[in-house]
């Protein structure tokens, strides 16, 4: 039953993600201009427009590039970009742009992630235990003005204290993608800061709610009546049940990062692939922007998944559905 | 808010049974006092703003305005000054007036992102109410086409669309609008399910009335309240979507202002002390917590019970 549940939940990730890929090429193939053109920009003659056109199989029917976009995308062909474009060539090939930008950006989310559930679970977990406490309140209140403002703004903040009147970080971080030590640590430092402060909010805020969820449970009134102590009830009976939970929390909000991503990278200047991307989009280079989107929104799709599964697995009566 | 009003004929008669039940009033705390007061005064800026403001928000200061203090020297810049007399918030990274730029920026976020959510719940609300009444094809029909674009995080639907035809306020509207819809509409299904299978709409088709009838007599004052709960959460993740393309510089084109932009574009003048980025910063800040303040009354009011439904 629970391998029956689990290969569906695959392949409606599967499906989503077929039907993503098909969003994602209409939204950057069906309008004018294509590839061709933007490749060859001025220089665009009727003639050469046609054998690049033909060179690139543009030439075929849209169904028919979906399919082949797909099949390559499969095999780690992600097309050419714009970029580097010219006389007799076509361009910078995309994957080898992308891998690595991915490799920053995979260290960014991983060091936040690292940092910030631990913290937020811990903290979460805090304000649940004392509720209506000072901690508690305070916890509430500065999560409940952190989700509300956008992520740029935490950053600009943080820019202001950290950067402007402690003087201990520089503002932006200007990586070379070589820096070691104590380097990649001062280029890392800020845009971590402002990610683990916009995740960690979530996820503090979440795990709260859902402790305390669990603590409005029948058999925790039990408990209490039984005068089991209050520590006890939430480290060996509260918790356990709020770990599905928790786990959920913890993947739909790494999905979320992902918009945080776009916004921090962009701030700092940090080179990677949501950076890549947002570049991409101001110089319309639409071959890279497909090549990105696909990336992130498998990606979100993977963690919302994740986020699923563990809400299975950590219910029984979902496990064993009737 | 407005309890007290609308009660028309038909629904004052009712009032009059004896098993009506009494209507509570909202009584709001005094953060979501502190919340309607705010967004009063920025309703207000948007409707005054541009007609109070110093300066036009294109103008680039002349030189001459800025005179070193007991002193006929000019300034050797107008760009990241300090407030002073002249510019009450001092300039940006053009030396244009930061207060008028704030003022004349209000209209252009405020107004933007209003547009798009009303558009969102135009489409939201009528869509999720035909699948919820239409029958189990198109019920299923749409929710697929929903859910695909709900997978897809915001931020990347909008990038693409972006990318491929460009940024203009009338398409900024349309995008959000569209985007905004996928959760309005789910929100909205879910709600116009919940009062389907009620008893009063059960009682309402063995009289015999039409679809048509049941929608705006049983449904929409039926899911009237917790929408509006919701128009107002959703109004704040519009304003903070608008705000952090144009902050990426894909949303609202220079030389108009925008708050999102605005912060982007002297987010150089940090280092100086410039406080030019902080204003239109704050602005977004006050009215976004302010709105928050007043939802989390009114949901209090409505029952709590849908803050578990609206992620």
Redesign the interface.
């Given at each position: 039953m629970l391998l029956h549940a689990m290969l569906r939940r695959i392949a409606v990730g599967i499906a989503t993600l077929l039907v993503v890929s098909v969003l994602i090429f209409i939204g950057t193939s069906v309008l004018p201009g294509d590839v061709a053109n933007i490749i060859l920009g001025q220089m665009a003659t009727p003639e050469s427009l046609a054998a690049l056109r033909a060179k690139l199989g543009l030439d075929q029917p849209a169904h028919v590039r979906y399919f082949f976009w797909l099949g390559n995308l499969m095999t780690g062909d992600l097309g050419v970009s714009k970029a580097g474009s010219g006389f007799g060539t076509i361009g910078t090939p995309i994957s080898e742009m992308l891998v690595p930008r991915m490799w920053n950006t995979i260290r960014l989310a991983g060091v936040v992630a690292a940092v910030a559930v631990p913290l937020s679970m811990a903290l979460g977990l805090l304000a649940a235990m004392y509720p209506g406490t000072r901690l508690d309140r305070i916890v509430t209140f500065t999560t409940l003005g952190l989700i509300s403002v956008p992520e740029f703004l935490v950053a600009t903040f943080l820019v202001l204290v950290v950067a402007v009147y402690l003087g201990w970080l520089p503002a932006t971080a200007y990586m070379s993608g070589n820096e070691t030590g104590w380097q990649l640590v001062k280029a890392l430092a800020m845009p971590t800061l402002t990610l683990v402060i916009v995740a960690s909010s979530q996820i503090m805020r979440m795990t709260r709610a859902t402790v305390l969820n669990v603590m409005s449970s029948p058999y925790i009134e039990m408990a209490i009546l039984k005068g089991v102590p209050r520590q006890r009830i939430i480290l060996r009976h509260a918790l356990f049940n709020a770990i599905g939970p928790i786990v959920n929390v913890v993947a739909l909000n790494l999905a979320y990062l992902v918009s945080g991503v776009v916004i921090v990278e962009t701030i700092f200047a940090y080179p990677g692939l949501a950076k890549l991307m947002i570049d991409a989009v101001q110089t319309r280079d639409l071959p890279l922007v497909q090549a990105c989107a696909m990336i992130f929104c498998a990606t979100y799709i993977v963690l919302i998944f994740i986020a699923d599964m563990a809400s299975i697995l950590s219910n029984p009566r979902l496990r064993h559905p009737k | 808010m407005t309890e007290t009003t609308g009660k028309t004929g038909a629904a004052a008669q009712f009032e009059e049974l004896p098993d009506a039940p009494p209507r509570r009033r909202l009584q709001l705390s005094w953060t979501g006092k502190l919340g309607v007061c705010v967004v009063v005064f920025w309703a207000a800026i948007v409707v005054a703003g541009p007609t109070i403001a110093p300066y036009h928000e294109a103008d680039i200061l002349d030189e001459a305005l800025f005179v070193v203090p007991g002193s006929d020297n000019p300034y050797p810049d107008t760009d990241y000054q300090p407030p002073s007399r002249v510019v009450y918030l001092g300039s940006d990274y053009l030396g244009r007036d930061t207060l008028s730029r704030t003022l004349f920026g209000a209209r252009t976020t405020i107004g933007i992102s209003l547009a798009s959510t009303l558009l969102a719940y135009l489409v939201g609300v009528t869509l999720g109410i035909a699948a919820a009444v239409g029958g189990a094809t198109l019920d299923t029909v749409l929710s697929r086409i929903n859910?695909?674009?709900l997978?897809?995080?915001?931020?990347?639907l909008g990038?693409?669309?972006?990318?491929?035809?460009?940024s203009t306020i009338p398409i900024l509207i349309m995008l959000t609008g569209l985007i905004y819809a996928t959760s309005v509409f789910r929100i909205a299904r879910a709600l116009g399910l919940d009062v389907m299978v009620s008893d009063f709409v059960e009682a309402a088709r063995v009289r015999g009335e039409g679809l048509w009838w049941i929608i705006t007599r049983e449904i929409l004052p039926n899911v009237a309240m917790p929408m509006a709960t919701d128009f107002g959460l959703r109004f704040?993740y519009v304003i903070?979507f608008i705000?952090?393309l144009s902050?990426?510089?894909?949303g609202v084109q220079p030389p108009q202002s925008d708050w999102?932009s605005m912060?982007?574009e002297n987010?150089s003048g940090?280092?100086y002390?410039s406080i030019a980025?902080?204003v239109p910063?704050l602005a977004?800040?006050t009215l976004?917590?302010a709105i928050?303040l007043i939802v989390d009354d009114v949901s209090a009011h409505a029952g709590g019970k849908l803050a578990r439904r609206m992620i």
């Open positions: - | 859910d695909a674009f997978s897809m995080p915001t931020i990347m990038l693409v669309v972006i990318a491929a035809i460009g704040v903070l705000s952090s902050f990426l510089g894909l999102g912060v982007r987010l940090l280092p002390g980025p902080l910063a977004i800040a976004t917590i928050n």
